[in-house]
């Protein structure tokens, strides 16, 4: 009886491991176990199925003028940003999140009417706000919880209005955000995620993949 109790115990322990490296494991046995496992689902179905759309945008592609210059400057400036947050660079973030910041002031949106110009209101302010928040913050940790607001509306803006220029994989990792789960944006299919760093480099899945 002893033994079957055990034997169910330790699936379960198995069963519910996810890609995180269980914090509660000293051992180099348990830690090399958590350490296959995560490998497994970040190189396993990595990309999403196709047409998959985990962001809804409208469709503003055919807008005119510098507005999709001025984004695309906006995302490479995210992507910066992001690439600080997998280096753990507290420091590096807050110098490009004010990078970020100073980018999306030289959005022009005068030219927009109606409901372009209020969806590009909307999420610059978005942009703004979360970028600000990063830029004050020495702590990592609340720099990384402001990610996925950032990532949701610079995606978002990069769509709507075919300023990627470039295949964009939206990515997610259910272990951030308190295992509530948080996504990110990155020009490379390959996982590198920037809620744990190291910790959990290859955590992560391809949610949705954007070409314009």
């Not at 051992?27 to 199925?49: C, I, K, L, V």
């Not at 706000?129 to 990610?147: F, K």
Request: charged share 25%.
């Amino acid at each position: 009886m002893m033994k079957k109790t055990l034997l169910t115990a330790a699936l379960a322990v198995f069963i519910f491991t996810s890609c995180s490296e269980n914090k509660q494991e000293t051992s180099t046995t348990a830690e090399t176990e958590n350490h296959e496992h995560h490998e497994g689902m970040a190189h396993g179905d990595n990309m999403p199925a196709t047409g998959k759309t985990v962001v809804e945008t409208p469709d503003y592609t055919s807008v005119e003028g510098p507005v999709k210059e001025q984004l695309a400057a906006l995302l490479d400036s995210y992507l910066q940003l992001k690439d600080d947050l997998v280096a753990s660079d507290a420091k590096k973030v807050q110098t490009d999140a004010q990078a970020v910041m100073a980018t999306a002031d030289k959005i022009e949106f005068s030219a927009l009417q109606g409901e372009q110009k209020s969806f590009a209101e909307e999420k610059l302010n978005e942009v703004k706000q979360s970028a600000a928040n990063m830029g004050e913050s020495a702590d990592l940790a609340a720099q990384r919880g402001q990610l996925e607001l950032l990532s949701e509306a610079t995606f978002a803006l990069s769509k709507a209005f075919g300023a990627a220029g470039q295949t964009l994989y939206y990515q997610h990792c259910p272990m951030a955000n308190n295992d509530k789960g948080a996504y990110w944006l990155s020009s490379n299919e390959e996982i590198r995620n920037p809620y744990f760093g190291e910790k959990m480099l290859k955590c992560g899945s391809n949610e949705e993949v954007h070409k314009n």
